[in-house]
């Protein structure tokens, strides 16, 4: 396992080149008596891209020196996002060179610090802000301003993942259309965890939402728990099949925004909905279905069509900016104001958790990897 073991922290910025060389493991026991080391380390890793249920496998990595800014943070909490599948499977845009660790977002608690690390201390909770790949394993050594230290009074799923979903539904809401109190959003994907967070968002801004999902079995029970976060409006998608759509909203205005996860029919319901000059932006696409829209819609109703990708966020330049809406997103959590559903996996269960994120077991909650658990090493 050595070789491989040290390219792949190498690659996530883990491992130094050379620190485990045989000249390197010399000068390492010489200075051993004051080096501070990082415990030992398993991580869900990839060689070569393809389905993440065949060509992930956990292992054992080895400790690494800390240097001057480093920090090491013992993971307490990462997800399976939709992005971390794609990555793995070479379909993402954004993806690092192999082999690598997978995950992307998480939270974890400062173990131990470099000499000159000065504004983290050990205990503290922290993220990596902007996210980066290599968050499946158990430890993380990183510098110092990898890391944006969050406040502990939240749940770790929560904190865990804050930095993808909800900071997508943020930016949904706030960088398309000017949305004053009273107006309304459609939006399919309600069920989504980055639907549940536009449904409570809008809600806390006086923004009436209209809510698709699919028609399934129990879709009353979710309707209904949509509308206790906040919905105004939930359909299925047979019940917006009819010509007069919009007679089906009553007193809501007509959505002056858009937001398309899905794609295919599901989209063509979204652009339905708005109203003359609306504006769609898609950020996902679900159903594997393309982006349709009719010369007439076009046309005589002037839509906007747009798209959005949560990559343009991490610039460094936008760095503080970024962090400032992690901050006010757990504080919402922290006040009760942001909920979502997710299952917590102990890392043993790693790969039952990655079937259900594949949707093999079923349509399931956000799977979060739970690294607290006794029997993870």
């Known amino acids: 396992m050595g070789s491989f073991g040290v390219v792949l922290r190498s ?57 001057g800014n480093d920090v090491c943070v013992k993971m307490l909490a990462a ?10 499977e070479g379909v993402y845009p954004v993806r690092p060179p192999l082999p690598a660790v997978g995950g992307s977002e998480g939270v974890g608690q400062v173990q131990a610090l470099g000499p000159s690390v000065g504004n983290l201390s050990v205990g503290d909770w922290v993220i990596p802000a902007p996210p980066y790949i290599g968050t499946w394993q158990t430890y993380v050594v990183k510098e110092e301003n990898a890391w944006h230290r969050v406040i502990k009074d939240v749940p770790i799923e929560y904190a865990a993942t804050i930095a993808i979903n909800p900071v997508t539904a943020l930016r949904l809401l706030e960088d398309f259309v000017q949305l004053n109190p009273g107006d309304a959003i459609v939006q399919n994907g309600a069920t989504s965890m980055v639907g549940q967070c536009i449904i409570q968002l809008a809600h806390l801004n006086k923004i009436h939402s209209i809510n698709i999902i699919r028609d399934r079995t129990g879709s009353e029970e979710v309707k209904e728990k949509l509308r206790r976060l906040g919905a105004d409006e939930v359909f299925t998608e047979s019940q917006l099949d009819v010509k007069n759509v919009k007679g089906l909203l009553g007193d809501l205005p007509e959505p002056v925004l858009g937001l398309n996860c899905v794609g295919g029919t599901s989209s063509l319901l979204v652009l339905k909905l708005l109203r003359q000059a609306g504006t769609m932006v898609t950020y996902g696409g679900m159903a594997k279905k393309p982006v349709t829209v009719s010369t007439s819609q076009l046309i005589f109703k002037d839509l906007s069509l747009r798209g959005f990708w949560l990559q343009k966020w ?64």
């Open 314 to 377: 991490m610039a460094p330049e936008k760095a503080e900016d970024f962090r400032a809406m992690l901050d006010h997103l757990l504080r919402l959590v922290r006040d009760g104001q942001l909920q979502y559903e997710t299952d917590l996996v102990p890392f043993h269960d790693f790969s039952a958790a990655l079937d259900r994120a594949l949707g093999k077991l079923g349509s399931h909650p956000k799977q979060v990897i739970d690294f607290t658990s006794t029997s993870t090493v």
């Open 79 to 88: 997800p399976i996002n939709p992005s971390d599948i794609n990555r793995i």
């Open 11 to 67: 690659l996530c910025a883990v491992a130094r080149p050379g620190a485990f060389s045989r000249r390197g493991n010399r000068a390492l026991a010489a200075r051993s008596f004051s080096a501070v080391l990082s415990p030992p380390s398993k991580a869900v890793v990839y060689e070569h891209h393809g389905p993440p249920d065949q060509v992930t496998r956990m292992i054992d990595l080895p400790p690494v020196e800390l240097k």
